[in-house]
């Protein structure tokens, strides 16, 4: 099909060029980047929750589902638009980048215009990018368990949340995960945050031993769902709400309630139903800003488990060696 001439869409009081409008980004489902475009307007109210005031990673396809793919982390300095956004960032290297930081749905329709599917926003806002303001709960199902079993493990996280008092915010991470997001309060380090994912993984693992893991190694994993703890390293990105997944069905990385969580199945939500569902029902993350949590209880489990011999984990193999982190090797490849 012709990639057909630019059309102009305005958005935010701003004209967005969409260049070949009719280039075909999803090959199966024959939808091309102006469907993308006017999907991500479609939830533009959701997917400004997601990302606003944040610094965003854009995972791009210039050429659709299929063709070449990159992260972007730096935003260019030439060739973008006057008002784009960004904010500065620091890497786990000490390596800094201007990342695009979204303030309105125009960023949004920008970076789809550049071919980015997947937005990946930071667990900060730009007032604070050393101070994370979202605990992220990853539920990723390992070989022989599905998406069935996060849901089971979620609803073990559910349970945990309850009796500290707090409110979780699940949704289907587009493929066979489930993602539960926090809002805390923007007060600690990312050394800190993750400390008290640890705790708070460990604490339903407990709950479920033989589903749940926080192993890191693959190896020692086995049937079960693992709770990624390292999403909430410094630099770990997880594709936010609203977001588009890089699959030949376009699905949607989809808010819900708790309720309607063991019901769902994740091809239920795409590139087509979900804006149908957003003007039906809503947005079921639309009060998670309205409070924002203490998360020294989950310090204080760190502490304890500690006490009792429950030591740091490891870190993603890019990482610098970080204090405390045990012994950064497969265990089947560790020397005694």
């Known amino acids: 099909m012709a990639a057909g001439s630019a059309v102009q869409v305005q958005v935010a009081g701003r004209d967005v060029r969409i260049s070949s409008p009719d280039k075909i980004y999803f090959p199966d489902r024959g939808y091309t980047k102006l469907d993308v475009v ?3 307007l479609a939830v533009g109210d959701g997917i400004l929750r997601a990302l606003r005031e944040r610094p965003t990673t854009l995972q791009r396809f210039p050429e659709g589902i299929g063709g070449e793919m990159f992260f972007q982390k730096r935003v260019p300095q030439r060739g973008v638009p006057p008002w784009l956004e960004t904010v500065k960032i620091a890497f786990p290297s000490g390596r800094t980048a201007d990342e695009l930081c979204p303030v309105d749905l125009a960023h949004v329709a920008w970076a789809a215009q550049m071919g980015t ?3 990946h926003p930071w667990p900060v806002r730009r007032s604070d990018v050393d101070r994370p303001d979202e605990l992220r709960i990853d539920l990723d199902p390992q070989p022989g368990t599905d998406f069935a079993d996060a849901v089971a493990v979620a609803g073990h996280a559910r349970a945990v949340l309850d009796e500290l008092g707090w409110v979780g915010y699940p949704k289907t991470s587009g493929g066979r995960g489930v993602h539960i997001y926090i809002r805390i309060k923007p007060e ?3 050394v800190e945050v993750r400390r008290a994912a640890i705790a708070l993984a460990r604490e339903i693992e407990r709950r479920d031993p033989g589903l749940v893991t926080t192993r890191w190694w693959k190896e020692e994993r086995g049937e079960k769902v693992f709770i990624d703890y390292n999403q909430m390293a410094r630099d770990r990105t997880i594709a936010c709400a609203y977001s588009l997944r890089a699959n030949a069905r376009a699905t949607v990385s989809t808010p819900l309630t708790w309720d309607e969580l063991p019901d769902v199945e994740p091809d239920d939500f795409d590139l087509r139903t979900v804006p149908e569902r957003v003007a039906t029902v809503g947005d079921p993350h639309a009060a998670i ?6 998360i020294t209880p989950l310090l204080e489990w760190a502490e304890r488990d500690a006490g009792d011999g429950e030591a740091d984990l490891p870190y993603p193999p890019d990482y610098p060696k970080m204090p405390g982190e045990p012994k950064r090797v ?3 490849r560790a020397r005694p």
């Open 38 to 40: 006017n999907y991500y």
């Open 117 to 119: 599917i997947v937005f």
């Open 188 to 190: 600690w380090t990312f």
């Open 289 to 294: 800003d309205d409070v924002a949590h203490d």
């Open 330 to 332: 497969q265990p089947s």
